[in-house]
């Protein structure tokens, strides 16, 4: 699902220019985020809500264990919405 922002509007010389703003897909948060250990490379998938929650990680190959930081969530949220990406809000 995706979103259109037509405007238009006037230039000094009475032109109309037409803008048509990037289009938006709305991401669920139940959407699996892939993730490797720090440790041994084992890939893993975690939901952006569980992410959202800034939970310890745990490795379930070498149970490896670091927590999720704030940092983390907020460059995955910005590189989302630069690839053109919409996250819901935290209800």
């Known amino acids: 699902m995706g979103y259109f922002d ?3 509007s ?4 009475g032109a109309v220019n037409h803008a048509l703003s990037s289009v938006a897909t709305i991401l669920p948060t139940d959407t699996a985020m892939p993730l490797e ?3 041994c490379d084992e890939p893993a998938n975690y939901s952006v809500a569980f992410l959202r929650t800034l939970p310890q990680l745990v490795c379930r190959c070498c149970g490896d264990a670091r927590q999720f930081s704030q940092l983390e969530l907020t460059v995955l949220e910005q590189a989302l919405k630069n690839m ?3 996250l819901p809000k935290m209800a």
């Open 10 to 13: 006037q230039d000094s010389q």
């Open 84 to 86: 053109g990406y919409y």
């Open 6 to 8: 037509n405007t238009a």
């Open 37 to 39: 250990c720090d440790n």
